[in-house]
Structures are given as C-alpha cells and as structure tokens.
C-alpha cells in the first residue's frame, strides 16, 4: 500500500469534484486489501486502484452539464455502479432509473459510451452491464483520497442536519434496502388474512445486520429476531429496535427454531442472511415457515455452506440473492437519511490516509465493542506533508 501526492483532479464534462469527509471500511476492503477479492480472479479488477466504495463528503466544483440542483457546497453521497450509459428519456419517464440522465451534446456521442446495454436501458441494473464501472473496485478510483472526481448525475444531496457519521454508511444502507425490497414486504402485507407488520428474522449481527434492522422498522416491519454471536452487537440490535435477539456462541442453534415458534405462534415469513458465514445459510433456512422467503445478502468468500437441498424444496421456498444496490434503493435511502430515521454504527474513527492499513487491520481483527470503522482522508494526521495547498485546500492524496 502506497500513499501518494498526486496533481488535483480537474472535473471533466458531467463530472462533480467531492472533497471526502469520511470513507467507512468494509470486510470487502479488507478482501481487496489481500487480493483475495473475487473481481481479482474474475479479472475485473486489477491493481493499482485506489479502493473506498463507502463514502460521503462535499461539492468543491462542478462540470459542465451538472444537474442543476448540484451546488457547490452541498453534502452529497455517491451510488456505487455506472453502466455504460444513462437511460433513454423512455425508461426515465417509466421511472426505472434516473430522474437527470445526461443526454449528448450537438455532435458528441453519449457521456459513457456509444453502445446500448438492456441492463442499463431498460431495467437500470447495472450490476447486470458487461462494461460497468464499480467504485472502489474496477473502473474508477474510490474515496481513499482527499477529493474524487464522481458522475454528477450518481450524486445525492443530505441535508446539512444529517452528519456524516450517518450519511458514510449510504452505500451499506442501500445494500441493505434492496435486500428487504427483493423480500416482498409490501406483497406479503397486503396478502396476509390482518394488517398486521410482516415479522422477519435476520440472521448476523454485524454492520450489514444491524442497517438490515433499520431498514426493516423504517418500513414499519417487524424484526422477530437477529440471530448473532456477539452479546454486544445483539444489544445494538434491540437498540434499533429487534424484539429478540439469539446469541449462537452462547445458546447454539438447537433450540433456535422451536423458540422462534413458541414466541411467535409460527416461524416468520421472511429471513434475511446478512452474516456472509458458512453457518449462517442453514441457520437461515431453518429460520423460515413454509412457502416463506429467504433473502442471502452476505458473502462468504468463496466457502461453502453445509445444506439440504431437501429443506429447500419441502418448505417451498423462495430463495433470492442480493448484491450492492440500484438507483430506487439510493432514492429510498436518502428520503430515510433524510428523515432522521437512521442512527449511526460507526464506533471507531482514523485519522487521515496514512492510517489506512491500520483501517484495514482493525477491521480484520476488530477490537472489542466495534461496530463499524470509518476513515477520515483530510483530518489532521500525522503526515506534516498532507498540509500542502492546493487550490481546493490540501494537495490531493490517495491511499
């Protein structure tokens, strides 16, 4: 790992210049961080790269063409995935992706690309585009620097009242929204004999498990039970709002199934898996009745999990996966930022770049009681060089 003084970016067409107030650090960073990645073996990412794909910071400038509700000065976060190219004036008005796509000048082809993508034309799943750029990871540099140069038209703007303890955990809080959106809440509700909430078990007590909680109870669902292993973390979970929590170290998961039953009348109808554990898959199965849903959301990288195919098809379920996010889960996840309805996991704070392989470390090996870490790139550390001036204030650095 290098830090390196680099000239400032300059905001090119359709580009915004964001000065990066706080980059959380993820199990994905750490997987980057010992090339163990998937993308590395997939041969989509390759290094060098500047990682950081959790972020939040401020408008120092802007391109032409911006969006005209982008300001200089406005607190913004940034989604996750490009895909080759905005969507059709078609697809906008349909509502199935952005509100500001950027259309082509007299003359020039598309800002992205001159090619046309069904993922990204039609549905807007650009997870799904052969030639997408994912932050962070390949195709454009992450925040792990003091400024990023970002897609104008990818940017969300918080209000001044949402700190950025919160607003750096938008890209996980987005990940957890799609995951509760594939669960079918709203179908589930309005098919169930009363009104009353849908009740889910999530299964990991760690950051994704815990903004999978939040989500759950801003979408005035139930969350039955978080099945975890750290007494600390589950105590987090009845914080935000869990009505009971399992800890497996302690009680096992013997018991598990039958104590959910007895407390609830029957198992619920939705389990998210958000541990990324190998355990973790069978626990989840075993945490939902019959016909129910079952939504994976963890990674467990590349190891295999222990499970009867047999418990699958007798129960009748439905078993969905969910990767990072798509633009209807940013737009629901500012309105929820926007609203005061997300409280912050974030428990340790570094200061400054050259602290980022301790980043790496400590979340790799977490102390006691973190929850979640996050990396200040233009706080005062202890580099005296990083004081530089640049015309957008510290010279720009990157990590």
Same mark, same amino acid.
Not at 16 to 24: E, N, P, T, Y
Not at 33 to 50: D, H, N, R, V
Not at 114 to 129: E, H, K, M
Not at 217 to 232: F, L, Y
């Given at each position: ?42 041969? @989509?990412?390759?290094?060098? @790269? ?28 940034? &989604? ?105 809440? &709203? ?62 170290? &302690?009680?096992?998961? &013997? ?145």
């Amino acid at each position: 790992v290098d830090v390196q003084h680099r000239p400032a970016h300059v905001c090119g067409r359709g580009e915004a210049l964001v000065k990066v107030s706080a980059v959380g650090v993820c199990a994905t960073d750490v997987e980057l961080y010992e090339g163990s990645m998937g993308y590395f073996t997939a041969g @989509l990412a390759q290094l060098p @790269l500047i990682p950081g794909h959790e972020w939040t910071g401020q408008i120092v400038a802007l391109g032409e063409d911006a969006p005209p509700h982008l300001a200089v000065g406005q607190r913004v976060v940034g &989604e996750h995935a490009t895909g080759c190219q905005p969507a059709p004036a078609a697809a906008v008005n349909n509502n199935s992706n952005y509100s500001n796509s950027l259309p082509a000048l007299p003359g020039t082809k598309p800002v992205f690309a001159n090619w046309n993508c069904r993922a990204c034309a039609i549905s807007g799943g650009f997870l799904r585009c052969p030639r997408r750029l994912e932050t962070g990871f390949f195709g454009r540099d992450g925040a792990f620097q003091t400024e990023i140069r970002f897609p104008s038209h990818q940017l969300h703007v918080l209000l001044e009242s949402v700190p950025w303890e919160v607003s750096v955990l938008a890209e996980p809080l987005a990940a957890a929204h799609k995951a509760v959106r594939l669960a079918g809440l &709203e179908e589930l509700g309005s098919n169930a004999p009363t009104s009353s909430p849908v009740r889910v078990a999530v299964v990991g007590d760690g950051p994704m498990g815990l903004l999978v909680v939040q989500v759950l109870r801003w979408k005035g669902a139930r969350v039955a039970c978080v099945i975890g292993a750290s007494a600390s973390r589950l105590a987090r979970a009845k914080e935000l709002g869990a009505e009971a929590v399992w800890n497996v170290a &302690e009680q096992g998961t &013997e018991g598990l199934w039958k104590a959910l039953e007895d407390e609830l009348g029957e198992l619920p109808p939705v389990a998210i898996e958000a541990a990324g554990h190998p355990s973790a898959m069978p626990t989840a199965l075993g945490c939902v009745r019959p016909s129910g849903r079952l939504v994976l959301l963890g990674l467990s990288g590349n190891q295999l999990s222990e499970i009867c195919m047999d418990d699958i098809v007798l129960k009748q379920l439905m078993v969905r996966g969910s990767l990072s996010s798509e633009p209807q889960d940013w737009r629901a996840v500012v309105q929820m930022l926007s609203s005061g309805a997300v409280q912050s996991i974030v428990t340790h704070t570094l200061r400054g770049l050259d602290k980022y392989v301790e980043a790496i470390e400590q979340v790799r090996k977490p102390p006691e009681g973190m929850l979640k870490l996050a990396l200040l790139p233009n706080a005062e550390s202890a580099d005296a060089d990083a004081e530089a001036e640049t015309p957008h204030g510290k010279r720009a650095r990157h990590a």
